[in-house]
């Protein structure tokens, strides 16, 4: 009796593994090609150029990613390295190379059209149609600067970097068939426009959405990346630096004993922004945020002052080659 019992249950185990597996096999492939592009063209216009430098180089830091690992020095020091990608994120669910975002025409993005490539930004769907892993949180790029970095990418000089195709884990191909299907999708908010001068409303866009401090100074979850702390109010255990080390990352409002804005006037912060990286290694950007237009250093911080003061206190900050 308990033999029989036995053996109805290991059947029954392999059939659902087994069905779980034919699921897993037939979500591997899943195309979004069908998502509309955004209805943008790239411009070969010297100013909308000169702005999608002005994002990809200074603000948003594609390099970081995108840049010729061979470089990461020169990268470091403000130098504009070629966007070839190369570099490897080894994590769990599996090893992922950043793509070579040069237009040439075999390796990079030169055979791609402009509204493709709008469209990965935007939504998350990969040139080719496919969910793209969730590593750029760029979805509320207005239309205007979407343009601009569009532009700018497809002049910059092409380079032939052959990139290695992903290799997912079997965790990997599980997280792709669920929770990793779908694209991100477009921010609600998108406008055609973006605000310019040193209001909060520009200040908000360029926290929330193009330098994205919010993506570094907010706590998240190590897993999914979802927000868990108070907007601003610094993390812990989640940012790495180029050797992989981790790095706290202060809390940054306003509040008085906990934030790092709470004892800064907006001139001392333009100082502090303009005197760039202090500490050695730090992931922050800082060699390109501290080239930004005045007007949008002050935008930051008048955003910043009407964020809710937060006593969250991440800890010191880093590097530990642990997890804090
Ligand atoms: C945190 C790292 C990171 C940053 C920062 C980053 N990227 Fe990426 N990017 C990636 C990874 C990883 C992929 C590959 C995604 C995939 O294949 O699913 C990628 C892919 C792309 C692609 C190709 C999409 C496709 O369909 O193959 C484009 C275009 C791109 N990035 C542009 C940019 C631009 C422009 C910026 C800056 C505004 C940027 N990236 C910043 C990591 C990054
Ligand atoms: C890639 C992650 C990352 C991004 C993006 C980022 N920061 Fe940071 N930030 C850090 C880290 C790590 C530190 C601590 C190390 C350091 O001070 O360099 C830090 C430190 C700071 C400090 C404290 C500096 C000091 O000397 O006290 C301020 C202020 C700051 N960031 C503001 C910003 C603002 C404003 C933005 C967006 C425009 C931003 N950060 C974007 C990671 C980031």
Redesign the pocket.
């Known amino acids: 009796m308990i033999r029989k019992v036995l053996l109805i249950l290991v059947v029954l185990v392999v059939v659902l593994v087994a069905g779980i597996a034919v699921f897993v096999a037939s979500r591997q492939h899943l195309s979004f090609a069908a998502t509309p592009y955004p209805p943008l063209e790239a411009s070969t216009d010297s100013a909308v150029v000169a702005r999608g430098r002005y994002i990809v180089r200074d603000m948003a ?1 594609c390099a ?1 990613c995108h840049g010729d690992t061979t470089q990461v020095q020169a990268m470091l020091s403000g130098a504009d390295v070629p966007l070839i990608g190369g570099r490897v994120f080894d994590i769990p669910p599996g090893t992922f190379y950043v793509r070579n975002i040069t237009p040439d025409a075999e390796t990079g993005i030169g055979a791609a059209p402009a509204k493709a490539i709008a469209r990965a930004l935007r939504s998350g769907v990969g040139i080719d149609g496919r969910a793209l892993l969730p590593f750029m949180e760029f979805q509320g790029f207005s239309d205007e600067d979407l343009i601009a970095v569009v532009s700018y990418l497809k002049a910059q000089p092409p380079v032939h970097n052959v990139v290695s195709a992903h290799r997912y884990s079997a965790l990997g191909s599980v997280l792709k068939a669920t929770v990793l299907a779908s694209p991100v999708g477009p921010k609600p908010d998108v406008t055609a426009k973006s605000p310019r001068g040193a209001t909060a409303e520009n200040g908000r866009y ?2 929330e959405s193009v ?3 919010v ?3 907010t706590q998240r979850d190590e897993k999914t990346g979802a927000f868990t702390g108070p907007r601003l109010g610094g993390s812990a255990g989640f ?1 790495t630096d180029e050797r992989g080390r981790y ?4 809390n ?1 409002t306003v509040d008085p004993t906990h934030g ?2 709470g004892s ?1 006037s907006e001139d001392q ?1 333009v100082t ?2 303009r005197a760039g ?3 050695p290694g ?5 060699q390109g ?1 501290m080239k930004l237009d005045e007007d949008d250093l002050r935008a ?1 911080y008048r955003y ?1 002052k009407t964020v809710p003061p937060s006593t969250h206190d991440p800890g010191p ?2 590097p530990t080659e642990k997890k804090s």
């Not at 790095?247 to 202060?250: D, M, N, V």
């Not at 730090?282 to 800082?286: G, L």
């Open positions: 830091n970081q360029l926290v330098a994205l401090c993506s570094c100074h940012i790095w706290s990352t202060p940054i790092r804005l800064m912060f502090r922004l990286r202090l500490l730090s992931p922050m950007p800082w945020l930051i910043i900050v880093g």
